[in-house]
């Protein structure tokens, strides 16, 4: 339990949990976030989040970050998410932070500080960070590292099934990591988004159901 006992004490940083949540990291993933390059603690947190080595704690990580007076709120969001701004400059690998974003469920249903619940269906709990780069250059410098990204892989705990055409197709599922996006968080309603920039992602949620569909139904 070595691995884990040092990525925990990176993650005091934040006052993260350790040990909680149900992402499938391994000790191997966990030691590749533990021996990163990070220049501070913040930025070696910051990496543990989206890197997904377990669930994210969006509102512990923004409420540390607000509390140090490192991030401003801005607009934008929608659903109760909420985005932030350094105050002051931030990296990630070597990437200009640009702006970070998340949300967060509380036991009761409703969102933890600082984020809102809109009404309807809530947004999976996920912490953002979107940096000046390209999709392809920051991809390659987290794999470079050893940092894991999400991918579908066939589930065998399942069982493969027979379309109307004979087709066989076996369900997949979403192996948790780094998700990353072109864009200023392309995917939620910021009113200035930085062009330039690439989107990591660490969610929650276990699968995103559109893309899940698209791949276990593409030919």
Not at 39 to 63: D, H, I, K, T, Y
Not at 84 to 100: A, E, H, K, Q, Y
Not at 165 to 192: C, H, M, T
Request: aromatic share 8%; proline share 7%.
């Amino acid at each position: 339990m070595r691995f884990l006992s040092n990525a925990c004490a990176l993650a005091a940083f934040f006052l993260v949990s350790c040990g909680s949540g149900s992402t499938e990291a391994s000790a191997d993933d966990i030691e590749a976030v533990d021996q990163q390059p990070a220049e501070s603690p913040l930025e070696r947190a910051l990496l543990e989040q989206v890197s997904c080595v377990r669930l994210p704690q969006a509102s512990v990580a923004m409420n540390a970050l607000l509390r140090r007076h490192a991030i401003a709120e801005t607009d934008g969001g929608g659903d109760g998410i909420a985005f932030f701004v350094p105050t002051r400059p931030m990296s990630l690998l070597g990437f200009d932070i640009v702006r970070l974003g998340g949300w967060e469920s509380s036991p009761d249903g409703g969102a933890m500080e600082p984020f809102g619940r809109g009404p309807g269906t809530a947004p999976p709990t996920f912490i953002s960070i979107a940096v000046r780069g390209s999709v392809d250059e920051v991809r390659s410098r987290f794999l470079s590292v050893g940092i894991k990204e999400a991918e579908y892989v066939p589930d065998y705990s399942m069982n493969a099934f027979t379309d109307s055409d004979g087709k066989v197709y076996q369900p997949r599922r979403l192996v948790p990591g780094a998700q990353f996006a072109e864009g200023d968080n392309p995917d939620s309603y910021i009113e200035n988004p930085v062009p330039g920039t690439t989107t990591i992602t660490c969610s929650a949620s276990e699968m995103d159901f559109q893309k899940e569909i698209e791949v276990q139904f593409a030919e």
